[in-house]
């Protein structure tokens, strides 16, 4: 949605040695000892074996055994880096944004999967977080220098807010619903583009032979 792939991203080379191909057994070994690294960095697993492998691609350099676990290794790093930030310190902005995504689309899960346990006033003050991220998303959109981009984001996040913006409780877990899935498709264009910057970052500082 916001950037243009090429059909063969997402290959590599034909391995020799110790390099590794998004489709061999050794790489998806690899993915296993990964989810040691947290559901955070778990729920990114499928974009990586994407992203790395297509990065490595078109930098020219061979991705070997070891990388997909080095690169999570990385990103829970960032990731706990991030968390521990004070507001009027410096984030990265595609971190940042993508927090403000993931926050969001937690609140609406949260109303969308009610449990026994929770209130009425745990879910009203959950989708008061949603629409406050959702709003300040809107807020921030570059209208003049965003395009295309900006004008359909802005009419999804108008969208969303109307969806949501009456709390009776009867119909309220499927209008949770019916947002959280547009918003985690947008979610999931930036963290691509996200992995990529940090693909690219990772190559560049681990040159290969």
Known sequence: MLQNHRPDQGLVPKHTGEQLSAQSPE????????????????AEMGLIATVLPAVAAELGVSLHEGDFDAFCRQRLAKR?????????????????LNMLYEKAIAC???VAEPSAEQSEED????LAKAKAIIK????????KGGGNISS??????????????????????????????????????????????????????????
């Open 108 to 110: 609406l899960q949260y």
């Open 136 to 143: 300040h998303l809107m807020e921030t959109l570059d209208m």
């Open 80 to 96: 706990e880096y991030h968390k521990t930030q004070e507001p009027d310190e410096d984030f990265e902005q595609l971190r940042l």
């Open 27 to 42: 790489f998806h070994a690899e993915r296993a000892v990964s989810f040691q690294y947290g559901a955070e960095v778990e």
């Open 152 to 209: 359909e984001l802005l009419r999804l996040y108008d969208y969303m807010l109307y969806t949501i913006d009456d709390e009776k409780i009867s119909d309220l877990a499927i209008r949770a619903k019916n947002v959280v899935v547009p918003l985690d498709k947008i979610y999931q264009s930036y963290l691509e583009i996200e992995l990529r910057a940090h693909a690219e970052a990772y190559f560049q500082n681990h040159p290969k032979g």
């Open 123 to 126: 879910c009203s003050a959950q």
